[in-house]
């Protein structure tokens, strides 16, 4: 076996949910997935495409009206640039797993901000490069200077930003976002935007891909999953410097050919779909949620986006593992550990889940830390 492989560690939010399945009755907040159904137009454009036989090899890099449609979607967001800058992926894990993969040599090192989404490090790690954590939790999860400083090296590669964060849905501030456009071009290094959250927030993020002299260095990885609730449909893209663009092309050459054609039909119709709705259900019960925490007096850092909140469990005199372990058995309740993200004294709980699951889940919640 590859030893980077062999260095490689299981997912812990499946852990949990394979956990919560195999014990009867017990209710989750674990899954970070849409509960609902990919809108219709969406489902039946793949159908349509499928029925007109669109079922032959796409382009590598995926095909021109989809990257158009892209590049389209882009520009109105405010990041200027042409289908040569974009590759189609297979999700955004496919989009963080080129990039990096694409931007790592062995022993490089990776800029990751903790808590963060656990395959930032699995594919860091997967490409022999070393994941470099700087600690959020210390700054309220911002980014300070010299804490970021403190990082860098002369084998730093890249920085991946996840601005609405998963797992605390929190949001990093103009001050977090301009100190690392700095310290990135004073060093050199990539800027990796994990965005994939960034259609589900509050309000407008603050956001380096709309930064026209960072253009150079900065990727943004973008998926269909979340916003349109199509993460069985593998899709998402790159949005980078042509000439990284057409070096990506190369890795996702090997690594996959081309993303399935008549899927990438549908995606054009996505594109056109307005998630606000779905986007208005998240804010209403996130805002049940964090109502709920407040009256069992859990604090947690004040999400803005994504779908999840990452209460501070610490006072139970517990290490997050311990405290899910217990919640599953003695609650009937699963979360995901903090430690699956990097970070100690949380737990991460999702929102993706009907009223009534919210209600008894969080009943359940109130009774365990109650009877601790
Ligand atoms: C921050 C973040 N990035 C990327 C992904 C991967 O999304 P997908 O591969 O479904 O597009 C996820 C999925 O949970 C995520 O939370």
């Known amino acids: 076996m590859n030893q980077n492989i062999l260095n490689m560690k299981p997912s812990g939010i499946r852990r949990f949910t394979a956990l919560a399945k195999a014990t009867p009755g017990c209710r989750m907040l674990t899954i970070g997935e849409p509960d609902f159904d990919t809108p219709e137009p969406i489902r039946a454009a793949a159908a349509a495409a499928m029925a007109q036989g669109l079922t032959h090899y796409a382009p ?15 520009t109105k967001r405010g990041m200027a640039c042409t289908m040569d800058n974009i590759l189609v992926t297979v999700g955004a894990t496919g989009a963080l797993n080129t990039a990096l993969t694409g931007l790592l040599n062995p022993g490089d090192e990776c800029i990751i901000p903790i808590p963060a989404f656990p395959l930032y490090e699995s594919i860091t790690v997967a490409a022999g ?102 993460t069985g449909w593998r899709l998402g893209w790159l949005a980078a410097p042509g000439t990284l663009i057409d070096k990506f092309t190369l890795l996702q050459a090997a690594q996959i050919a081309s993303v399935p054609t008549f899927l990438q039909k549908a995606a054009e119709t996505a594109l056109q779909v307005d998630v606000a709705k779905m986007a208005a259900v998240y804010r209403k019960r996130r805002e049940y949620v964090l109502d709920r925490l407040d009256k069992m007096g859990l604090t947690y850092p004040k999400p803005q986006g994504a779908f999840y909140v990452f209460p501070d469990i610490s006072r139970f005199g517990m290490d997050s593992e311990g405290f899910c372990i217990r919640l599953i058995e003695e609650g009937g309740l699963a979360a995901v550990p903090g430690s699956c993200f990097g970070c100690e004294g949380h737990i991460r709980l999702s929102y993706c889940y009907s009223d009534e699951e919210l209600k008894e889940s969080l009943d359940r919640l109130e009774r365990f830390i109650c009877s601790l």
């Open 129 to 230: 490069a070393v994941p470099v954590f700087l600690d959020l939790k210390k700054s309220n999860f911002q980014i300070e200077k010299t804490a970021l400083e403190a990082c860098i090296s002369e084998k730093t590669r890249a920085i991946v930003l996840n601005s609405p964060n998963n797992p605390t849905g929190c949001v990093l501030s103009d001050e977090s976002l301009a100190i690392v456009a700095q310290l990135a071009q004073e060093h050199d290094f990539y800027i990796l935007c994990d965005n994939v959250y960034a259609a589900l927030s509050s309000g407008p993020v603050p956001d380096l891909t709309l930064r026209e002299e960072l253009r150079e260095r900065v990727i943004l990885c973008q998926s269909f999953s979340k916003p349109w609730a199509m």
């Open 60 to 74: 590598n890099k995926g095909t021109d009206s989809l990257r158009k449609a892209i590049a389209e979607y882009e």
